[in-house]
């Protein structure tokens, strides 16, 4: 199962290079960005919309990251709330009995 995942995961990337190239041999005309405080140089086109978009897969990545770790915090303090009380209700059925053969009901 392992290696039909890789399988296809190969195949993704494989044709992700192939539309990345087919789309920047396409787009071979250059443009200078020009943002409010800074001018870049001309670049390719398709160099800038492919840069644009890894760009926000990144920072889309690294803000879930954020979500991530506080939901796994939460899991984490759950669990540890769980373990407690779990205890706590074994402690309480040995306690009960412990507590049933005294004759004190």
Known sequence: MRWIKGGIFLVIVAAMM???????SRNTSTYAVDLVVLKLPEINIALLILASIVIG???????????????????????????????????????GIKGHGTGNE
């Open 57 to 95: 897969i990144v920072a889309g990545w690294l803000l879930s990251v954020n979500t991530y770790i506080r939901l796994k915090t939460g899991q984490m303090k759950v669990e540890k709330d769980l373990k407690l009380a779990r205890k706590e209700l074994d402690s309480l059925r040995l306690a």
């Open 18 to 24: 192939a539309a990345g190239i087919l789309f920047s």
